[in-house]
């Protein structure tokens, strides 16, 4: 696991400048523009030789002092906040793709990021490849010479197979593509997506960093490792620069995008990443717990947690994650019926969307997430009908397991 040696660093990171206040958090610097003194420093900052700050579109004194303190957690190359998760994904790939390229990736996708990439993307010229990311040669098989990034989830969620790594990234460097990853389902404080070879990893804050469903957020973490003059799209940038991807993304591509996190959701998530790691290990080994209590319960079919032994990705979350593999699990009932039914008698635990909100949340995916696919494309991306997803909050075990208990007994 990684070392925790971050965390105090973290907290007592201090901003550059002298405050006026000696205020001790980072104020919310709520302007939009910035004065300067002369015009040949406005000058120098609006042509990019210096790095004050011009726009707030393009940055912010309080969202950069959030990207810096992610920066110390990760020892990335480069952090970007946008203002949702899907706006992280989204400028990621107006980065790296071009008309005729390709995406390498799963069909077991975040639902709106397989529509992006089916609907969005597409429209643009850029193809995406589905096939079995838990087999090495059938991914080497899919990627050519067009191919901009091979993309996973670290967990993919609802379907929970785990993305082996270290084997995705000797696939797509072996073939000169970066391995883009979506690691929102275990934060970067507990796992470092770049010792297993991840170049680029996008988060949607909106989960465990906001600190209990506070805001919208994304982050853009570039670990500087790929040789971005085997990029197609970013070779002219590139040099012997590490820096052509973030120089690309914040030169160009967001701010003409104009998804920059706000100043206001940097404090809120900047708050929400000093008590990260605590809220983590507690929200992980609650599920756990749970996960294990929850197969002995009449009723419940089976339950999908990946620490769990006998879990088909047992050993590669090990690897990656240690004992503590996320703070979501699924379980089956019987039917959509019975699904149906025991969501409607919980008492506790919260009928909702999103993830890691200090409550619990558990939904249906099929008939809420996946409910305007087709019955065909469920199929195919394994979405069952029997399934539940639950995302485990800071309540205590016994307390989720009662609420659980009367939900499911026939007795009324
Ligand atoms: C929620 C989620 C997203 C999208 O994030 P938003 O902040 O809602 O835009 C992307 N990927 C995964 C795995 C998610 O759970």
Same mark, same amino acid.
């Given at each position: 696991?990684?070392?925790? #040696?971050?965390?105090?660093?973290?907290?007592?990171? %201090?901003?550059?400048?002298?405050?006026?206040?000696?205020?001790?958090?980072?104020?919310?610097?709520?302007?939009? #523009?910035?004065?300067?003194? %002369?015009?040949?420093?406005?000058?120098?900052?609006?042509?990019?030789?210096?790095?004050?700050?011009?726009?707030? *579109?393009? +940055?912010?004194?309080?969202?950069?002092?959030?990207?810096?303190?992610?920066?110390?957690?990760?020892?990335?190359?480069?952090?970007?906040?946008?203002? +949702?998760?899907?706006?992280?994904?989204?400028?990621?790939?107006?980065?790296?793709?071009?008309?005729?390229?390709?995406?390498?990736?799963?069909?077991?996708?975040?639902?709106? /990021?397989?529509?992006?990439?089916?609907? =969005?993307?597409?429209?643009?010229?850029?193809?995406? &490849?589905?096939?079995? $990311?838990?087999?090495?040669?059938?991914?080497?098989?899919?990627?050519?010479?067009? =191919?901009?990034?091979?993309?996973?989830?670290?967990?993919?969620?609802?379907?929970?197979?785990?993305?082996?790594?270290?084997?995705?990234? &000797?696939?797509?460097?072996?073939?000169?593509?970066?391995?883009?990853?979506?690691?929102?389902?275990?934060?970067?404080?507990?796992?470092?997506? #770049?010792?297993?070879?991840?170049?680029?990893?996008?988060?949607?804050?909106?989960?465990?960093? +906001?600190?209990?469903?506070?805001?919208?957020?994304?982050?853009?973490?570039?670990?500087?490792?790929?040789?971005?003059?085997?990029?197609?799209?970013?070779?002219?940038?590139?040099?012997?620069?590490?820096?052509?991807?973030?120089?690309?993304?914040? &030169?160009?591509?967001?701010?003409?995008?104009?998804?920059?996190? /706000?100043?206001?959701?940097?404090?809120?998530?900047?708050?929400?990443?000093?008590?990260?790691?605590? *809220?983590?290990?507690?929200?992980?080994?609650?599920?756990? +717990?749970?996960?294990?209590?929850?197969?002995?319960?009449?009723?419940?079919? @089976?339950?999908?947690?990946?620490?769990?032994?006998?879990?088909?990705?047992?050993?590669?979350?090990?690897?990656?994650?240690?004992?503590?593999? @996320?703070?979501?699990?699924?379980?089956?009932?019987?039917?959509?019926?019975?699904?149906? *039914?025991?969501?409607?008698?919980?008492?506790?635990?919260?009928? #909702?969307?999103?993830?890691?909100?200090?409550?619990?949340?558990?939904?249906?995916?099929?008939?809420?997430?996946?409910?305007?696919?087709?019955?065909?494309?469920?199929?195919?991306?394994?979405?069952?009908?029997?399934? $539940? &997803?639950?995302?485990? @909050?800071?309540?205590?075990?016994?307390?989720? $397991?009662?609420?659980?208990?009367?939900?499911?007994?026939?007795?009324?």
């Amino acid at each position: 696991m990684k070392s925790k #040696a971050y965390e105090a660093r973290l907290l007592h990171k %201090t901003y550059p400048k002298a405050d006026p206040y000696g205020s001790l958090s980072m104020p919310v610097y709520h302007t939009l #523009a910035y004065e300067f003194e %002369t015009a040949a420093e406005m000058e120098e900052a609006f042509c990019g030789r210096t790095d004050e700050h011009t726009y707030s *579109r393009v +940055s912010n004194p309080t969202v950069q002092h959030f990207e810096e303190r992610v920066k110390e957690i990760t020892a990335a190359h480069g952090v970007t906040a946008l203002n +949702s998760g899907m706006a992280a994904i989204s400028n990621t790939f107006f980065t790296l793709a071009w008309s005729g390229s390709n995406i390498v990736t799963s069909r077991h996708l975040f639902g709106n /990021t397989y529509s992006f990439f089916t609907n =969005t993307l597409s429209a643009f010229g850029v193809e995406v &490849r589905f096939c079995d $990311l838990t087999n090495p040669g059938e991914v080497a098989a899919h990627i050519d010479g067009q =191919t901009c990034a091979l993309f996973a989830e670290v967990i993919t969620n609802p379907q929970m197979e785990v993305a082996d790594l270290t084997a995705l990234s &000797r696939v797509a460097h072996a073939a000169n593509v970066p391995l883009v990853v979506d690691s929102t389902l275990v934060p970067f404080s507990h796992f470092r997506a #770049a010792d297993f070879g991840v170049d680029i990893e996008v988060v949607s804050s909106t989960k465990y960093i +906001s600190g209990g469903a506070t805001s919208l957020g994304g982050l853009i973490i570039d670990y500087g490792q790929f040789h971005w003059s085997r990029s197609p799209r970013l070779q002219s940038l590139a040099g012997d620069s590490p820096s052509a991807f973030h120089l690309k993304l914040r &030169r160009e591509v967001h701010r003409n995008l104009g998804a920059y996190m /706000t100043p206001e959701v940097a404090y809120l998530q900047s708050l929400g990443l000093e008590t990260l790691p605590v *809220r983590y290990e507690r929200h992980a080994a609650t599920c756990r +717990s749970l996960a294990e209590q929850l197969r002995t319960i009449p009723g419940v079919v @089976g339950v999908t947690y990946t620490a769990l032994a006998d879990n088909p990705f047992y050993q590669v979350s090990r690897r990656q994650f240690g004992d503590l593999p @996320g703070a979501m699990l699924t379980f089956d009932l019987a039917s959509k019926e019975h699904c149906f *039914r025991f969501l409607d008698r919980l008492k506790m635990i919260c009928r #909702a969307t999103n993830l890691f909100d200090n409550r619990s949340l558990i939904l249906h995916p099929a008939s809420t997430i996946y409910g305007s696919f087709t019955a065909e494309q469920r199929a195919l991306m394994d979405i069952k009908e029997t399934t $539940l &997803r639950l995302s485990v @909050g800071l309540e205590g075990v016994d307390s989720l $397991l009662a609420d659980i208990r009367q939900a499911l007994s026939d007795k009324r």
